[in-house]
């Protein structure tokens, strides 16, 4: 796991908390609705097809304040939330009154996640893009596997390449790009907390932890946002 990607996110959900504020989406404007709309469009279309379980358990990998997941369990699901940290658990908890949804601390790179048993869906809502080493994210995409029913659906959100430059160095506050991995400064450096990869890359990760895409699009960048998203639904073979 990465430690010092994790305090960075630790940090942002502390600041969000004090803020009053309940999501990232939020965070980036009051006006934002709580999923951003290319995610809540993917995930409105995926849960229509005719291959997508109807009942089940679903569990959200990088949950954060689980937004994600309980619009997805509002559709018939009982779910679990992981993620690394402490205080998105405690805000997601905070915010979710529903009985059919737990939550855990976990880094779900560890195997430790088989615990939780198996899912008729799993959810990457955003995680992935933030597990930077290639070690990582072997680990996240094998343990996706490994806890998907036989005719599960996984369900990744990603940042993905190329990157509006332009757009990129008008927003940046001395963050940068080197290859596909997204830095910030901090007071010893940079710290990487962003891996965007081109789809080709993504799409043969998947397919290498033995997923079959069944659906995928790819959405330019749009507006101020430099980066453009992957979204795919993936199953078993
Ligand atoms: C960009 S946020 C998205 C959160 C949420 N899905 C949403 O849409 O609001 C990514 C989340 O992944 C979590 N995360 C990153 N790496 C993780 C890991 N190895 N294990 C568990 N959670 C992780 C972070 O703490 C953060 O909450």
């Not at 995930?43 to 309980?70: D, H, M, N, S, Y």
Request: glycine share 6%.
């Amino acid at each position: 796991m990465d430690e010092k990607t994790h305090q960075y996110h630790e940090q942002a959900y502390k600041i969000m908390k004090q803020k009053g504020v309940c999501c990232w989406e939020k965070l980036l404007s009051p006006k934002n609705n709580e999923i951003d709309d290319q995610s809540h469009q993917f995930l409105k279309e995926v849960l229509t097809k005719k291959w997508f379980p109807k009942q089940g358990r679903a569990i959200e990998l990088g949950c954060g304040t689980a937004p994600i997941l309980r619009f997805v369990c509002e559709k018939g699901f009982d779910g679990v939330g992981a993620d690394i940290s402490k205080t998105a658990i405690s805000m997601a908890k905070q915010q979710t009154p529903a009985a059919n949804i737990r939550f855990e601390r976990m880094d779900v790179c560890a195997e430790e996640i088989e615990k939780l048993g198996k899912f008729d869906v799993v959810i990457d809502g955003h995680c992935l893009h933030c597990v930077v080493a290639a070690s990582n994210r072997k680990k996240f995409l094998k343990n996706a596997f490994r806890i998907l029913n036989q005719k599960g659906i996984l369900i990744i959100m990603t940042m993905c390449g190329t990157v509006n430059k332009k757009q990129f160095l008008k927003n940046s506050r001395g963050e940068k790009i080197v290859r596909d991995i997204l830095y910030i400064p901090n007071k010893n450096g940079f710290l990487p907390i962003r891996k965007i990869s081109v789809r080709k890359i993504i799409t043969e990760e998947i397919q290498k932890a033995g997923l079959s895409i069944l659906m995928a699009k790819y959405i330019n960048p749009v507006g101020k946002d430099p980066f453009g998203s992957l979204m795919i639904a993936a199953t078993k073979d």
